[in-house]
């Protein structure tokens, strides 16, 4: 699936402006992680995933550009693996209000802000319960996106109940998005179960599960990538904002 560059940090700025004038005013912001994905995954797994996806809501909305990935996330619960690297939750949320000021400065109207990684998701939905302006949208609903996720494998015969990573989904994913980075003679059965995001950080994946992977990635194929992308940029689509038709002003800071 391909479609126009929509990515800030490919663009130009007359190209973003551009873009910007013929109504592009949406920002995707998307939180992942640098972290380890068991010993089949590359450790940019989350931030590729997460590219992906923000490129196909963005040709789907067709009024959005793509902030660059945020990354490394909340990954402490990774830590036990060598390559993981973690930053804290108040670091995660200076960097999207950062984001958020910059990119409000130079006319974007609307902002819509989701997770690849699953440790970020608490911070997202602190962002949320405190209040966010009008003109963000934050998905903070882990349930629901990783539902999205293992529902899609099911009618290919997989009923995993566990949070994924580097399971099946994930690595159906990569296959299709990356399939140069994935080693499926590597990979192996990890946690098998239901736990949940709480315990996974209290104790730490190395406590759970010795090669890193929550699921089973073993039969994964790209036909079941297209299907959990397709399902994930469904989810998120019925999250994002309706697009704002008004003229574009641009922001500028008051320099008194």
Same mark, same amino acid.
């Given at each position: 699936?391909?479609?126009?560059?929509?990515?800030?940090?490919?663009?130009?700025?007359?190209?973003?402006?551009?873009?910007?004038?013929?109504?592009?005013?949406?920002?995707?912001?998307?939180?992942?992680?640098?972290?380890?994905?068991?010993?089949h995954?590359?450790?940019?797994?989350?931030?590729?995933l997460?590219?992906?996806?923000?490129?196909?809501?963005a040709?789907?909305?067709?009024?959005?550009?793509?902030?660059?990935?945020?990354?490394?996330?909340?990954?402490?619960?990774?830590?036990?693996?060598?390559?993981?690297?973690?930053?804290?939750?108040?670091?995660?949320?200076?960097?999207i209000?950062?984001?958020?000021?910059?990119?409000?400065?130079?006319?974007?109207?609307?902002?819509?802000?989701?997770?690849?990684?699953?440790?970020?998701f608490p911070?997202l939905?602190?962002?949320?319960d405190?209040?966010?302006?009008?003109?963000v949208?934050?998905?903070?609903?882990?349930?629901?996106?990783?539902?999205?996720?293992?529902?899609?494998?099911?009618?290919?015969?997989?009923?995993?109940?566990?949070?994924?990573?580097?399971?099946?989904?994930?690595?159906?994913e990569?296959?299709?998005?990356?399939?140069?980075?994935?080693?499926?003679?590597?990979?192996?059965?990890?946690?098998?179960?239901?736990?949940?995001? @709480? $315990?996974?950080? +209290?104790?730490? =994946?190395? #406590?759970?599960?010795?090669?890193?992977?929550?699921?089973? /990635?073993?039969?994964? &194929? @790209? $036909?079941?990538g +297209?299907?959990? =992308?397709? #399902?994930?940029?469904?989810?998120?689509?019925?999250?994002? /904002?309706?697009?704002? &038709?008004?003229?574009?002003?641009?922001?500028?800071?008051?320099?008194?």
């Amino acid at each position: 699936m391909k479609g126009p560059e929509v990515r800030l940090e490919r663009l130009s700025w007359p190209e973003i402006k551009n873009a910007m004038a013929g109504g592009k005013t949406t920002a995707i912001i998307v939180a992942a992680a640098s972290e380890q994905h068991g010993p089949h995954l590359p450790e940019a797994t989350d931030a590729l995933l997460g590219e992906g996806l923000a490129l196909r809501l963005a040709w789907r909305l067709g009024n959005a550009l793509v902030a660059p990935i945020i990354r490394p996330g909340c990954s402490d619960h990774h830590l036990g693996f060598p390559g993981t690297i973690s930053i804290s939750p108040e670091l995660l949320t200076a960097i999207i209000n950062s984001y958020l000021e910059s990119l409000r400065r130079h006319g974007f109207r609307q902002f819509f802000v989701f997770s690849s990684h699953g440790g970020n998701f608490p911070v997202l939905a602190r962002l949320a319960d405190e209040g966010l302006p009008s003109d963000v949208i934050v998905v903070s609903d882990l349930a629901g996106f990783a539902g999205a996720m293992l529902g899609a494998l099911r009618p290919f015969g997989r009923e995993d109940k566990t949070i994924p990573h580097a399971d099946a989904s994930e690595t159906a994913e990569m296959l299709v998005l990356h399939p140069d980075l994935v080693h499926m003679e590597r990979a192996e059965k990890g946690y098998i179960g239901e736990i949940s995001l @709480a $315990e996974l950080q +209290e104790r730490g =994946l190395r #406590a759970v599960t010795k090669n890193g992977v929550l699921g089973d /990635p073993v039969g994964a &194929t @790209a $036909e079941m990538g +297209e299907a959990v =992308l397709n #399902a994930l940029v469904d989810f998120l689509a019925a999250h994002a /904002p309706t697009p704002v &038709t008004s003229p574009m002003t641009p922001v500028t800071r008051d320099s008194s």
